[in-house]
């Protein structure tokens, strides 16, 4: 049985000495003996001790206390730490043997054996009192199970309220951490058994009450920066690098959390007993605080062993004991670390084991299905009848240890799991159906674009192209844009020989040819293998269009129109529209078709249409976008879209064979060269401004812009492709599919959350989900070209784990388990 000894100091001061009443008891009953004596006057005590702080206080320590005033001095050496250490010791001793102390000190070894667990409780207001360290006292030190605390002359019992969980609940506040390692702090309370941690890391003030306020908590950690007033009254510590708070700015908060069940709080932190000494007030049972600025290491040492202790069943006192003497170990390094710890007690309470702070029920009643169901005792036949049948009922709760400590999963947790799952994602789709999460899909997808691998070049397109110094070298034939007509007559002349598919001219000519170049007019009326361009108006953009080349006919020409996305870059291909009867341009079908179509019906394929319209080309059908596809939403999808799959060969820039006007004209390109191919006639030249943005970035992480001619082939190459290489056209799931896939993840979070309550593991799960969920949408996007939800199922993952850890700490931990109590009368 565990002995209580309480050390009751009356108004006094070192200057007048203290009235001392000693009580000897049994735990958890009245005192048995009781003796009055007194303590001498010893102001040099106080001289003896403040010169030790002093010293101790310039030690060359790496963590110091904010709000510690420093004294500019120079730094201690160890060894007058030790000797002043070893003086105050001494004094303090013989204080202890004074002729008027004698009969407490008698009273004590007559009362007391040397193997009893004894709490020696020191009561007392002075401040310098509780600041000696009184753990150096001989007779503490002759009896091995014996640890002393600090208590204030005022408490009173709290009323908890009752348990809901059987777990350890520890709410760990991570303050300010400048200067401080308590990345250590975190993964030794990460270790501790059948324990339920949530960090707070650098909170706000308003974070930090929320969390007491709104749950029960065992045990309060606090690590970082603290500080004491002088006057020992108050303290501070500080929860980030910008707030610090008083107890008293935690008061209601705090007790608060102290009703709803706290029973621990532990300061490792420096300088700590002001703290202990206004958190009294709350009624809290008991505090662990550091009484003088700590290094890290000792901090994390005593945490360490403190915890290792106490979890595997040895009292708190002991435990105590047990992790401040391992410090003496570290005298060597950081003297006087074993003076360190302190224990702060409410005397109305018994500090609990560690075993109890997880059960939760005290003295008077058992729990069914806990260890302690067979302790019960006989309560008569009609109660034993009830016990009998109530143990039966629930055999398969305590039918071994090991299930009794497990949370039990009930089918009603899988169904709120399951509710919060449709609820989460069913707002994740609705936000998505309108558009909000657009912007975000469309840089996510091009993202997953940039890391599919290169592919194979395309071979059967060449590109003319006309450069800065192709436009140059046409000076004196005074050019109305990029290519001359004499230097068209000559390209197309060059071109012909050679016996091209099909040859396509990007390049606006709203204008008839000149008059002294009848050859030109003749070959651009003539030339069946010949497409130009125009452009369609748009009467949204209130763009009036671009009129056709007057020598070529319509059914020649193709619209070189683009869809662009909100941010200006191409995604989109437009296969084909409806012009306005206004438009200058007529073009039904896009210049990329129409050389496309050229190129198949040379090949005897022919365009097709399916019976709810698609296009076919071969065996290929060319679904068309609609205003909800993929991770498109309420978009203009008129006309015929499909989704444009670039191809990439070390760039968007090199996929396609290229050579100049200036090559072509002089002959330095072999027909073999042009022969059976789609030729491609277009400007690089930046004068003339003909870029466009596409999904892929350069080197230096800008948005790539490629040539309009160069963008075109890209379109050709895509139809070709498709029919003739199988390679896939980008589509996406089905709306069903999508709805169901972002279901999915919103339930695995929740599942996640449910089964791994620690944060650390949490967070570790939740990276590893999300890039498998990224991994997953590259895998169908590079092997099927599937463009499948990767932004929606992260939000949806991401807000289930919050909801669902919400919902956890707050509601379902009352249907974990199922305890029935019996009162024994």
Not at 29 to 58: C, H, M
Not at 64 to 93: F, M, T
Not at 426 to 435: A, I, T
Not at 747 to 769: H, Q
Request: one cysteine or more; hydrophobic letters at 40%.
């Amino acid at each position: 049985m565990t002995k209580l000894v309480v050390f009751k100091f009356g108004k006094g001061s070192f200057e007048a000495g203290f009235p001392v009443t000693l009580q000897i008891g049994e735990e958890n009953s009245r005192a048995e003996t009781e003796v009055i004596g007194e303590l001498p006057p010893d102001k040099e005590l106080v001289l003896d001790f403040n010169n030790w702080q002093a010293i101790y206080r310039n030690l060359d320590f790496s963590a110091r206390p904010k709000g510690l005033p420093k004294v500019q001095k120079v730094i201690s050496r160890d060894v007058e730490c030790l000797q002043a250490a070893e003086k105050l010791r001494h004094h303090l001793n013989q204080w202890l043997q004074s002729e008027t102390f004698r009969n407490i000190r008698e009273k004590w070894l007559e009362k007391l054996q040397k193997y009893d667990q004894i709490r020696v409780i020191l009561q007392t207001e002075d401040y310098q009192l509780q600041k000696l360290p009184w753990h150096l006292w001989e007779i503490i030190e002759r009896y091995p199970n014996a640890e002393i605390a600090l208590a204030a002359p005022s408490y009173e019992k709290v009323n908890f309220f009752p348990k809901t969980t059987t777990k350890v609940k520890v709410l760990a506040l991570l303050g300010d951490s400048q200067g401080v390692d308590i990345a250590t702090d975190r993964l030794i309370l990460e270790q501790l058994p059948d324990t339920k941690i949530d960090f707070l890391v650098e909170p706000s003030c308003e974070d930090l009450t929320d969390n007491l306020w709104q749950q029960n908590w065992d045990i309060l950690f606090f690590a970082g920066h603290s500080s004491s007033h002088s006057t020992g009254e108050t303290g501070q510590i500080y929860i980030n690098q910008t707030e610090s708070l008083t107890i008293s700015q935690l008061k209601y908060a705090l007790k608060q959390a102290v009703e709803r069940g706290l029973k621990l709080a532990i300061f490792n932190s420096c300088d700590g007993l002001g703290l202990a000494r206004e958190f009294a007030s709350l009624q809290i049972p008991q505090l662990i605080v550091m009484r003088e600025p700590v290094p890290d290491r000792v901090a994390q040492t005593f945490l360490k062993h403190f915890l290792q202790a106490y979890s595997q069943g040895q009292s708190l006192y002991l435990a105590v004991r047990i992790a401040r003497e391992r410090l003496q170990g570290l005298d060597g390094q950081f003297p006087c670390a074993s003076w360190l710890p302190v224990i702060y007690q409410n005397l109305a309470e018994i500090p609990p084991s560690w075993q109890e702070l997880g059960m939760g029920n005290g003295g008077g009643s058992a729990v069914l299905g806990s260890p302690q169901v067979e302790q019960l005792p006989s309560l008569g036949m009609g109660h034993g009848a009830l016990v009998s049948r109530l143990s039966s009922s629930f055999s398969s709760v305590s039918s071994s240890p090991e299930s009794t400590n497990k949370v039990k999963r009930s089918k009603l947790d899988f169904l709120w799991l399951i509710f919060i799952s449709l609820i989460t994602s069913g707002l994740v789709v609705s936000v998505r159906y309108v558009g909000i999460l657009q912007t975000l899909e469309l840089q996510a997808f091009d993202r997953l674009q940039q890391l599919r691998p290169d592919e194979k070049p395309e071979s059967r397109l060449l590109v003319v192209t006309i450069t800065e110094e192709d436009v140059q070298a046409q000076s004196q034939e005074k050019p109305q844009g990029s290519l001359a007509d004499e230097s068209l007559l000559k390209l197309l002349k060059k071109l012909e020989a050679s016996q091209p598919l099909a040859i396509g001219l990007d390049i606006y000519r709203d204008r008839p040819v000149k008059s002294n170049l009848p050859e030109l007019r003749k070959h651009l009326y003539n030339n069946k293998h010949l497409i130009s361009v125009c452009r369609v108006s748009d009467p949204l953009s209130e763009h009036p269009g671009i009129k056709p080349p007057p020598e070529i006919s319509l059914e020649r020409l193709g619209f070189s129109d683009l869809v662009l996305d909100p941010d200006n870059i191409v995604r989109r291909h437009l296969l084909a529209l409806t012009p306005p009867p206004s438009s200058p341009c007529k073009a039904s079908y896009s210049f990329s078709t129409q050389l496309a179509l050229r190129y198949l019906a040379a090949k005897n394929i022919s365009l097709k249409f399916t019976r709810d319209g698609a296009w076919k080309l071969g065996k290929i059908t060319f679904q068309p976008l609609t205003a909800h596809t993929g991770g498109y939403q309420g978009i203009d999808a008129s006309g015929h879209q499909i989704l444009l799959n670039y191809r990439s060969y070390s760039s968007l820039k090199t996929f396609v064979p290229q050579v100049t006007l200036r090559e072509i004209i002089t002959g330095k390109v072999h027909a073999s060269t042009i022969k059976n191919k789609i030729v491609l006639i277009g400007t690089t030249a930046q004068s003339f401004q003909d870029y466009s943005s596409t999904p892929y970035l350069t080197t230096g992480g800008a948005i790539e812009k490629i040539p309009g001619v160069l963008l075109q082939a890209q379109m050709i190459s895509q139809l070709l492709s498709a029919v003739f290489d199988e390679r896939s056209l980008l589509s996406t799931w089905h709306l069903w599919q999508e709805i169901i896939w972002i279901f999915a993840w919103s339930l695995v979070a929740s599942l996640v959350v449910y089964y791994i309550e620690r944060l650390f593991y949490l967070t570790i799960l939740t990276c590893i989900a999300i890039v498998s969920l990224y991994g997953i949408c590259l895998i169908f996007l590079i092997k099927w070209s599937i463009w499948i939800p990767l932004v929606p199922p992260i939000m949806s993952f991401t807000i289930s784990i919050i909801v669902t850890a919400y919902f956890m700490k707050n509601y379902l931990n009352l249907s974990k388990s199922t305890q029935i109590v019996v009162i024994n009368k």
